[in-house]
């Protein structure tokens, strides 16, 4: 099995164990030897993949937590043009898809897996017409 490696680098022994309890992986090593005498190895290793994706989704828990998941969302909406309360979930509005609506949606699925659908509000014309209030 090949392994997927996100950075891919080479240290000295010295600096070895540090980066091990870090979580990179030995990919292979070698030594290199100066004036016939003295010889240096290196280790080339990578850190894979995987352990990036979840120190991604560590940082990405920490802002939602603290709210700047709907700061982004205010931000991303604002950038295009559009004002997030106008938005929610529950989906008595109309269905839209736009730059906002996408992001918003493309984000819930890539960080938290699920299939969320956002919908524009309705103005209260439009609910006096859909629903007779």
Do not use: C
């Not at 996100?6 to 540090?18: A, H, L, S, T």
């Not at 990405?60 to 969302?73: P, R, T």
């Not at 906002?100 to 103005?123: A, D, G, H, P, Q």
């Amino acid at each position: 099995m090949v392994k997927n490696y996100i950075i891919v680098d080479v240290v000295r022994d010295d600096k070895i164990d540090q980066y091990l309890k870090k979580g990179w992986e030995i990919i292979e090593t070698t030594r290199t030897v100066y004036d016939n005498s003295e010889s240096l190895l290196n280790y080339h290793i990578g850190y894979p993949i995987e352990l990036k994706i979840r120190d991604l989704k560590i940082i990405i828990e920490a802002y939602e937590k603290y709210g700047f998941k709907e700061e982004l969302y205010k931000k991303i909406a604002e950038s295009n043009g559009h004002d997030l309360e106008e938005y929610d979930t529950f989906n008595g509005g109309n269905y839209v898809v736009n730059d906002t609506v996408n992001f918003m949606e493309e984000y819930e699925f890539s960080v938290n897996n699920n299939r969320i659908k956002y919908y524009k509000k309705l103005s209260q014309e439009e609910l006096k017409n859909r629903y007779g209030y």
